[in-house]
């Protein structure tokens, strides 16, 4: 799709939409006594590992049997109860329910001791430790797994809780320096923005946690210093983190839990009194690593992150499509590349919307988006979290322009950064050239005031070329212009040129330099290749056509696709990519994108400009229509020529796109 690798995995694991409204709904029901036979689904070569604890209450443990029966969730696993001799007729009615593995303690030794035994008797790579007073919804498990997928250094990761009546009961825990702990969003709707990205957070409620069966094998399981139970869950998590890894919440697992059935919640008597006597085990236990962690009665907003890391707030026009734009790939990988750098990300679109998948998407990723209902306009978030804020990054002068006067005011201690993406003043006036339009040249003017107003406001304005840069320079001496530009992973040249056939133009519809550019190629350029290869088709593809871009298809020789999902085989399958633009500015997508491919491409000058490109090395280039033809009839037919220009494109990009040629322009930026 042309998104780096660690969000195209996210995007193919999400197998459904996640929608942030009526997220959960409460249980029609309690758990029954109607205890009919039972079918759980069982793998003999199980990914996780189910493991249910279990002390009486069995109606409790029938509906979270029932619950795992009835999910489609695509990951393979194995459920084993462990029965720490109930005394009620959980022994007899168990053999109601097959699929499952039943083991009963020969003495009764508590939840902790019963999650230890659970564990080994697994086979799965992961242990999903699971209180019998649940109920799992759809995508809980494949969620939990999903995440350490997508983030590497995962080592827990914990679901969302939820209350029966559909309210918040944790989405992950904070630990304050005196082991205190904070359910992080208790009683509140569950479905606000704050509760539904990933995060590191300080532990995860052992109701519902995920982790590799090594590595908790490895920290030597739950440590029975704290037998019966309660502590053993953050202490893993400290334990987790003094290893290395991380510690996350996951809110796309979601699962219900009937708080305090097993143990009640009268902190003098029964277990319950072990959660008090236990935090005295804890803080002796971790009292270095609790210095460090927030005090108890420390802002909530704050603490609710582990470790407080610096905060980034990123606007712009629209939630990111890099399956659509070159410009959405941009800002989702410069998103990855601040989470890299150890930032925490919120992201506002100026329409205050949830984009279902891409929205989720980013939320997967640990992005918090920000959107209505919950918030009604980007400046009610400013008044109540601006002061938060380490960096605001405003994308696009129409989305910087009407919040500049309050972002001072509400992120007081925020470097501001302009990002243009490319000089739209710059792009209009070019294409007011090329049409000689009056209109177009006043609105030229108009915009690049405005433009130069937001610049000049913030503390560094970016720009993705070195042209633009000199732009800048002459129009305002005094601006702190830096170069940020295009990000790109690079995928390397999967076919060589005997594998491949035909040419391919690629882009977004939306934007008019693409429209104008195909239609010009087509009729000035198509003509005389298609003369001199007449069994080479030009195929069109791209997002948001207008009905002439559409009705090129019916000419001879050129197919017309429209929004392809996967561009993987159309950077692998087609010989060369055309690139025939005649205005615009900044550094165009399209080419970075074959370029990381090895596709080779023949442009214009303004389409690959900024670039640091050479003709005959990394790209073929003309502004002539003969000379462009003639450019593409050479290389289709040339197989040296034609690997050379696929490793120069190739070693371009490395070199000047790539994540960690733009990494590094970010920490200086920064500085």
């Known amino acids: 799709r042309g998104l780096s690798a660690t969000?195209?995995?996210a995007a193919n694991k999400f197998k459904k939409t996640q929608v942030p409204a009526a997220a959960v709904k409460p249980l029609a029901s309690q758990p029954t006594t109607d205890y009919g036979p039972l079918v759980v689904p069982q793998s003999e070569k199980p990914q996780v590992s189910i493991i249910i604890p279990v002390y009486n209450h069995f109606e409790h443990t029938y509906h979270c049997l029932k619950s795992l029966s009835q999910i489609a969730d695509s990951t393979a696993f194995e459920v084993i109860v462990i029965d720490d001799c109930s005394t009620d007729d959980t022994e007899t009615l168990i053999q109601q329910v097959s699929g499952i593995r039943y083991h009963r303690q020969p003495q009764n030794g508590g939840f902790i001791e019963s999650c230890n035994t659970g564990a080994g008797l697994a086979q799965g790579e992961f242990l999903l430790f699971l209180n019998n007073d649940t109920e799992v919804h759809e995508?809980?498990?494949?969620?939990?797994?999903?995440?350490?997928?997508?983030?590497?250094?995962?080592?827990?990761?914990?679901?969302?809780?939820?209350?029966?009546?559909g309210r918040l009961q944790e989405a992950g825990g904070i630990v304050f320096s005196d082991a205190s702990g904070w359910n992080y969003g208790r009683l509140d709707d569950p479905s606000k923005p704050a509760y539904q990205h990933v995060r590191a957070?300080?532990?995860?409620?052992?109701?519902?946690?995920?982790?590799?069966?090594?590595?908790?094998?490895t920290l030597g399981r739950f440590d029975e210093r704290y037998k019966p139970a309660y502590y053993e869950d953050t202490d893993l998590a400290f334990a987790v983190r003094q290893a290395g890894s991380q510690v996350y919440y996951q809110p796309a697992s979601r699962v219900t839990h009937f708080e305090g059935i097993s143990?009640?919640?009268?902190?003098?008597?029964?277990?319950?009194?072990?959660?008090v006597i236990n935090q005295e085990k804890f803080l002796d236990k971790w009292q270095d690593v609790l210095a460090k962690q927030p005090k108890s009665g420390s802002d909530i907003e704050r603490s609710r992150f582990q470790n407080q890391p610096q905060r980034v707030l990123i606007f712009d026009a629209c939630t990111p499509t890099p399956d659509q734009d070159s410009g959405?790939?941009?800002?989702?990988?410069?998103?990855?590349?601040?989470k890299q750098l150890g930032y925490q990300v919120t992201f506002i679109p100026e329409n205050m919307a949830h984009?279902?998948?891409?929205?989720?998407?980013?939320q997967h990723l640990g992005v918090e988006c920000v959107y209505a209902p919950t918030f009604s306009s980007p400046i009610e978030y400013l008044s109540s979290h601006g002061v938060y804020f380490d960096v605001v990054l405003l994308s696009r002068y129409y989305v910087a322009e009407p919040l500049m006067p309050m972002i001072r005011q509400y992120c007081p201690h925020a470097q501001l950064l302009f990002d243009t993406v490319d000089l739209h003043y710059l792009r209009e006036e070019r294409m007011a050239e090329v049409s000689g339009n009056a209109q177009q040249i006043k609105a030229a003017a108009v915009t690049k005031q405005k433009e130069l107003a937001v610049a000049r406001a913030c503390d560094t304005t970016l720009v993705v070329s070195p042209y633009e840069q000199t732009v800048l320079a002459e129009e305002q001496p005094e601006l702190n212009v830096q170069i940020l530009s295009n990000i790109h992973e690079v995928y390397g040249r999967m076919k060589g040129f005997e594998e491949r056939k035909d040419l391919v133009f690629m882009g977004g519809y939306q934007h008019t330099p693409n429209v104008d550019g195909l239609l010009w190629f087509v009729e000035e350029i198509w003509p005389s290749i298609h003369q001199a290869l007449p069994d080479v088709q030009l195929h069109v593809v791209g997002s948001k056509a207008p009905p002439q871009i559409e009705a090129l298809g019916d000419l001879d020789g050129v197919v017309y696709h429209g929004f392809v999902e996967d561009i993987e085989p159309i950077m692998c399958d087609y010989r060369i990519a055309v690139a025939p633009l005649r205005f615009?500015?900044?550094?165009?997508?399209?080419?970075?994108?074959?370029?990381?491919?090895?596709?080779?491409?023949?442009?214009?000058?303004?389409?690959?400009?900024?670039?640091?490109t050479t003709h005959g090395q990394d790209v073929m280039m003309s502004d002539d229509p003969k000379t462009f033809a003639a450019h593409v009839i050479q290389l289709y037919q040339d197989p040296e020529l034609w690997q050379r220009i696929s490793n120069g494109g190739l070693k371009n990009v490395e070199q000047w796109f790539s994540f960690e040629a733009a990494k590094k322009q970010i920490q200086n930026v920064l500085k």
């Open 139 to 165: 995508d809980a498990i494949d969620a939990l797994v999903r995440t350490f997928e997508t983030h590497p250094d995962a080592g827990l990761v914990g679901s969302q809780l939820i209350y029966p009546d």
């Open 263 to 275: 143990s009640g919640t009268d902190l003098s008597s029964g277990t319950k009194k072990y959660q």
């Open 328 to 338: 959405s790939l941009r800002m989702m990988n410069l998103m990855i590349i601040f």
């Open 584 to 612: 615009g500015a900044g550094v165009k997508g399209k080419v970075n994108m074959s370029m990381s491919y090895g596709q080779p491409v023949v442009g214009t000058a303004v389409a690959v400009e900024g670039m640091y």
């Open 7 to 9: 969000v195209k995995l």
């Open 355 to 362: 984009f279902d998948l891409y929205t989720s998407q980013l």
């Open 201 to 217: 957070v300080s532990y995860c409620s052992g109701a519902s946690i995920l982790i590799r069966r090594d590595l908790f094998e």
